[in-house]
C-alpha cells in the first residue's frame, strides 16, 4: 500500500476552517495569528477516563469502543469544548484582540466561536442533518434564453462583462491572475478581504516554478514570497525498530500567504482586472451565451464561471446534495515558540499507536515558523469516516494537548508558549474529480474534488494543476468550448487518484472492522517505507510529492509482497475485499494510462496546432491526452 507516502502534502492546513466555507482552503491554509501567552496546565485523569467523561457530559458526542450513546440530534455549541481548551483559546482571543482584524484572511478564525461551531457542523454531517436546500437552486439554468447585448464587443467594452468570473479569491487570484495577464478579462470575487493569512503555506521550492511558468508572478515574486527554507525531513513510526526516514527538499519552503495573495492580486489589477471583495454571490444563471452572477444584488456576466470556494462551496453542494462525504480528515494543532530543536521538518510521524478506544491512528506533522527561530507548528490528524460515532474535534484537541509534549520530547504543554490553535475539517469524495451539472460552470481546487483524499489539496494542489487549468481555460474560451461536456473533460477521470481511495482506507480504523492489534497501521507504514527506501528514490520522492505511478506502486507492491509475506493478509482483511477489487479496477487503468502517457505527451501540442480540425475537437483531444498525463501522475515535479 505505497501510497501512504503520499502523506507528504497531506497537512496543507494553517488556519481553521469549516467544511461550509466558501473560500477555497486546505489543511495548510487555516490559520488566524493570535497574540500568544504560556498556556498554563490543568491536571487531568488518564485520556480515556477523561474522554469518556467529557463525552457524557456533552450529551453522547465522540467515538470509542464499548456501547454508543445516542448522538444529539442538534447539539448546542456549548457541547463540545472542554474546560482546557476554553481557557486557552480564551485567554488567546483576550491577547490578540488589538492584532486579529490585520491578520485574518479568509477562513482565518481560531476562536473558541469557530471552533465549536464547526463541532456542531461535524455534529450535523455524521448525524446526516443537512441543512435545508434553498426554495431558489444556487446555480439556475435558462436554456434557449439569452442574455440582452453579451458578445465578444460588449465584453470588451462592458464594465459588468467578463470573459471570467472566479469565484474564491484566496487561491483563486492564482489562477485569475495569469488568465487576465495574457489577455483574458477576469474578475475575483471574494466574500471577505481579498488578502492571505498570517501563517506559511509549505511547498517545495521546486513547485512555486508553475507560478512563474504561468505569468502569475515573477521569480523576484516568488523569492520575496518565501519566508523560511529547512531541512533535513523526517519520516518515522512509533516502535518500528527503524531508523527515522531522512529526506531533503520536499515541503521545505514556507511561502508567506499574505505576500502571495498581495502580489498576485497587484499584478492582476495593473494588468486590468476586477476585485469585488467583501461581496455576497447570490447566485448564478446560466444563459445559452453567458452566465449571469448576482453579486451584491447587482448582475454582473461571464463567459465562464469558475468556482474556487472550496470543500463547502454551495455550488458543489447543489451538486452533490445531501451526501456524507467518504473520508474526511480531521486535523488540530498549534503555532508555539519555546522549541529548542527545531532546525528540520516531520513529513509525516506518529508517536503512538491506534488510540485505546479505536477512534484512529494519529499522525502528526510539524514545520519550523518563520516567525522566530524556536516557533514551531504541530499538526496532528487523523482520517475516518463520518460515521456519526465519529468523535468531536474539540476532543481530539484534547488529545493534542497530552500527546504533542510526547511527540516532541517536551515534559507537558507548558514547556513552549502557544500562539495560535488550528483545527479544520477535510471531507472528500469517491466520486472524484467532481463533474459539473452546468455549462459555463467549471470548479478548480478542492472545490473540483482533484486533490487526493490523502492529501487533502490546497496550495499545493492548485500549484500541481494551475499550468493545466490556465492552458485549458484559454483553449476553452478560444473555442468557445464551454458547455457541460466540454468542461467535464477539463477534470477528467484520473486513475491515479481514484487509485489513492484504499490507502486512506488502510489509514481509517473502521467501526466495524477494529485490526486486531493496536499497532497495525505504523508496522504497515514501517514496512511500507522501508520497501519504497530500499527501491530509491525513484520510487520513494514522488510518492514524498504525493503522485501515485504505476511503476513505482507495482514494484512496492511486489517487493512487499516479497519481503513480508505473512503481513499481506493482514491488509487484505483490513482493507475488505470490496475496497480490493475496485482499486484493482483503478491500478489496471493507471497501468493503461502509463503505458500511454509518454506518446500522450508527445502528441499534446501537434494536437494544439492540427488546423484541419476545428477549435471544439482539438480541444476535446488535448484535454483526454492531458488526462492520461495527469492520471498516470506523470506530472510530478522533479
Not at 485 to 504: E, G, H, I, K, T
Amino acid at each position: 500500500m505505497t501510497s501512504l507516502s503520499a502523506l507528504s502534502a497531506t497537512t496543507r492546513l494553517s488556519a481553521a476552517s469549516t467544511s461550509t466555507s466558501t473560500s477555497s482552503s486546505s489543511r495548510r491554509d487555516r490559520v488566524a495569528p493570535l497574540a500568544g501567552r504560556r498556556v498554563r496546565g490543568t491536571s487531568r485523569s488518564p485520556r480515556a477516563r477523561a474522554r469518556a467523561a467529557a463525552e457524557t457530559a456533552a450529551g453522547g458526542e465522540g467515538g470509542g469502543g464499548g456501547s454508543t450513546p445516542t448522538p444529539t440530534p442538534t447539539p448546542t455549541p456549548t457541547s463540545f469544548a472542554s474546560d482546557r481548551t476554553r481557557d486557552i483559546l480564551t485567554r488567546l482571543e483576550a491577547s490578540s484582540s488589538s492584532s486579529s482584524a490585520s491578520a485574518l484572511g479568509a477562513g482565518g478564525r481560531t476562536t473558541l466561536a469557530a471552533l465549536e461551531g464547526l463541532d456542531a457542523a461535524w455534529a450535523r454531517t455524521r448525524a446526516g442533518q443537512f441543512p435545508p436546500r434553498p426554495s431558489t437552486p444556487y446555480v439556475r439554468v435558462h436554456p434557449g434564453e439569452t442574455t440582452t447585448g453579451f458578445d465578444d464587443a460588449a465584453a470588451a467594452d462592458d464594465a459588468d462583462a467578463f470573459d471570467v468570473v472566479v469565484c474564491g479569491g484566496t487561491l483563486g487570484i492564482l489562477v485569475a491572475t495569469a488568465l487576465q495577464r495574457r489577455g483574458v478579462k477576469v474578475a475575483v470575487v471574494e466574500r471577505g478581504p481579498l488578502r492571505g493569512r498570517a501563517q506559511e503555506w509549505n511547498v517545495s521550492r521546486a513547485e512555486t516554478a508553475a507560478l512563474v511558468d504561468v505569468g502569475a508572478l515573477t521569480r523576484e515574486d516568488v523569492d520575496a514570497c518565501v519566508m523560511i527554507e529547512f531541512n533535513p525531513i523526517r519520516c518515522g513510526f512509533h516502535n518500528s525498530g527503524a531508523k527515522d526516514l531522512v529526506t531533503r527538499d520536499i515541503l521545505n519552503t514556507g511561502i508567506s500567504p499574505e505576500r502571495l495573495v498581495a502580489r498576485c492580486r497587484e499584478r492582476f489589477e495593473d494588468a486590468g482586472g476586477v476585485v469585488f471583495e467583501n461581496s455576497t454571490l447570490g447566485g448564478v444563471e446560466v444563459f445559452d451565451d453567458a452566465a449571469r452572477l448576482d453579486v451584491n444584488g447587482a448582475p454582473i456576466r461571464a463567459r465562464l464561471v469558475i468556482d474556487c470556494m472550496g470543500f463547502g462551496s454551495p455550488i458543489v453542494r447543489q451538486i452533490r446534495g445531501d451526501m456524507k462525504p467518504d473520508g474526511v480528515c480531521v486535523v488540530v494543532g498549534s503555532c508555539a515558540e519555546g522549541f529548542e530543536n527545531n532546525d528540520g521538518a516531520d513529513l509525516i510521524y506518529t508517536c503512538t499507536d491506534i488510540e485505546e478506544d479505536y477512534r484512529g491512528q494519529y499522525f502528526w506533522e510539524a514545520f519550523p515558523a518563520s516567525t522566530g527561530p524556536t516557533d514551531r507548528t504541530t499538526y496532528m490528524f487523523t482520517y475516518m469516516d463520518a460515521d456519526e460515532k465519529r468523535p468531536s474535534i474539540s476532543s481530539m484537541l484534547d488529545d493534542y494537548w497530552d500527546l504533542m509534549p510526547k511527540y516532541q520530547g517536551l515534559n507537558s504543554i507548558e514547556d513552549v508558549n502557544v500562539k495560535r490553535v488550528l483545527f479544520g475539517t477535510f471531507p472528500t469524495y469517491r466520486d472524484s474529480p467532481l463533474r459539473t451539472d452546468f455549462d459555463r460552470v467549471m470548479q478548480i481546487g478542492d472545490a473540483s474534488g482533484i486533490q487526493s483524499p490523502l492529501s487533502f489539496g490546497g496550495l499545493a494542489a492548485i500549484l500541481r494543476h494551475i499550468t493545466r487549468i490556465v492552458g485549458a481555460v484559454e483553449e476553452a474560451l478560444d473555442a468557445d468550448a464551454l458547455d457541460r461536456d466540454a468542461l467535464r473533460a477539463v477534470n477528467d477521470y484520473q486513475p491515479a487518484l481514484s487509485a489513492s481511495w484504499l490507502f486512506q482506507r488502510c489509514m481509517m480504523v473502521p467501526y466495524d472492522s477494529k485490526p486486531r492489534r493496536r499497532d497495525f497501521i505504523n508496522e504497515l507504514m514501517t514496512i511500507n517505507f522501508g520497501v519504497m527506501e530500499s527501491l530509491g528514490d525513484d520510487v520513494l520522492r514522488p510518492f514524498l510529492q504525493d503522485v501515485v505511478t504505476f511503476k513505482g506502486l507495482g514494484r512496492t507492491l511486489v517487493s512487499m509482497t516479497l519481503t513480508k509475506p505473512l503481513f499481506v493478509p493482514n491488509i487484505l482483511a483490513q482493507a475488505g475485499a470490496g475496497p480490493i477489487l475496485d482499486w484493482f479496477k483503478h491500478f489496471v487503468a493507471l497501468g493503461v494510462y502509463d503505458a500511454l502517457a509518454s506518446p500522450a505527451k508527445a502528441l499534446m501540442t501537434p494536437a494544439g496546432e492540427f488546423q484541419a480540425l476545428p477549435k471544439r475537437a482539438r480541444f476535446m483531444i488535448r484535454r483526454k491526452l492531458e488526462a492520461i498525463v495527469y492520471g498516470a501522475g506523470r506530472d510530478q515535479v522533479e
